[in-house]
């Protein structure tokens, strides 16, 4: 992106984003700021943005927006989701957009243990502080659902939160998964979720289930 619009200003431009994510996760909702000097119209400059960025990215939509606005310091909360393709045999066409997990899966438990979740809590057992070590965050939504595949059946997790953790969101869906598979059960989990504690955590979903949906801000 900053190589893109360095191009179009014939500088150096800097972006601010929401946040990072993992590498391997995607993202929908992304949200960037940048300041740009720039004489056309907004629809010519997002053409022109998109002309310039690889195939695998690509600005959706861009708006002139007040000075001062922060992508990240702004932001009132985040939508991910998480995808899984629950099969028998290898999908091959899923392998970039979501975790196949073999074997069967309980969705009662799965959403039992994501019920645990909903409220303000130290998550610090699913993951790190991006700065400094407060890991109490506040997660307002927390639900699994479910829908057929061909082959099996795709589970998809989505979580709404007013900041994520360090690999928190994946932490969280892999234990998830540990729960409805019968190697954790659901005290357990609930157990090593209130300890706070990172050493106790356990499966690390994989990056590709990931996406960053939306970002939420006040206006």
Same mark, same amino acid.
């Given at each position: 992106?900053?190589?893109?619009? *360095?191009?179009?200003?014939?500088?150096?431009?800097?972006?601010?984003? *929401?946040? +990072?994510?993992? &590498?391997?996760?995607?993202?929908?909702?992304?949200?960037? %700021?940048?300041?740009?000097?720039?004489?056309? &119209?907004?629809?010519?400059?997002?053409?022109? !943005?998109?002309?310039?960025?690889?195939?695998?990215?690509?600005?959706?939509?861009?708006?002139?927006?007040?000075?001062?606005?922060?992508?990240?310091?702004? %932001?009132?909360?985040? @939508?991910?989701?998480?995808?899984? @393709?629950?099969?028998?045999? /290898?999908?091959?066409?899923?392998?970039?957009?979501?975790?196949?997990?073999?074997?069967? !899966?309980?969705?009662?438990?799965?959403?039992?243990?994501?019920?645990?979740? =909903?409220?303000?809590?130290?998550?610090?057992?699913?993951?790190?502080?991006?700065?400094?070590?407060?890991?109490? +965050?506040?997660?307002?939504? *927390?639900?699994?659902? /479910?829908?057929?595949?061909?082959?099996?059946?795709?589970? +998809?997790?989505? @979580?709404?939160?007013?900041?994520?953790?360090?690999?928190?969101?994946? /932490?969280? @869906?892999?234990?998830?998964?540990?729960?409805?598979?019968?190697?954790?059960?659901?005290?357990?989990?609930?157990?090593?979720?209130? &300890?706070?504690?990172?050493?106790?955590?356990?499966?690390?979903?994989?990056?590709?289930?990931? =996406?960053?949906?939306?970002?939420?801000?006040?206006?």
């Amino acid at each position: 992106m900053e190589a893109a619009l *360095s191009q179009l200003a014939g500088q150096a431009v800097t972006v601010y984003a *929401s946040g +990072r994510t993992d &590498s391997g996760v995607h993202a929908s909702g992304q949200v960037i %700021a940048f300041d740009l000097v720039w004489r056309h &119209s907004e629809l010519q400059l997002l053409r022109a !943005l998109n002309a310039l960025l690889p195939e695998d990215i690509a600005l959706q939509t861009l708006r002139t927006t007040r000075p001062d606005f922060h992508p990240r310091f702004d %932001a009132l909360a985040r @939508v991910y989701e998480f995808s899984i @393709v629950n099969a028998a045999t /290898r999908q091959p066409l899923w392998r970039r957009g979501a975790w196949q997990v073999f074997g069967d !899966l309980n969705f009662d438990l799965l959403q039992q243990a994501a019920d645990l979740l =909903v409220g303000s809590h130290d998550f610090g057992a699913f993951g790190q502080a991006p700065q400094g070590n407060n890991t109490v +965050r506040e997660v307002t939504l *927390s639900r699994w659902t /479910r829908g057929p595949l061909r082959r099996g059946r795709l589970l +998809r997790y989505r @979580v709404e939160g007013n900041a994520f953790l360090y690999h928190m969101v994946r /932490r969280m @869906v892999g234990m998830q998964v540990d729960v409805a598979q019968g190697r954790l059960d659901l005290a357990a989990f609930e157990q090593v979720f209130r &300890s706070g504690d990172l050493a106790q955590a356990g499966t690390l979903a994989p990056a590709q289930g990931l =996406v960053l949906l939306e970002v939420r801000y006040a206006d």
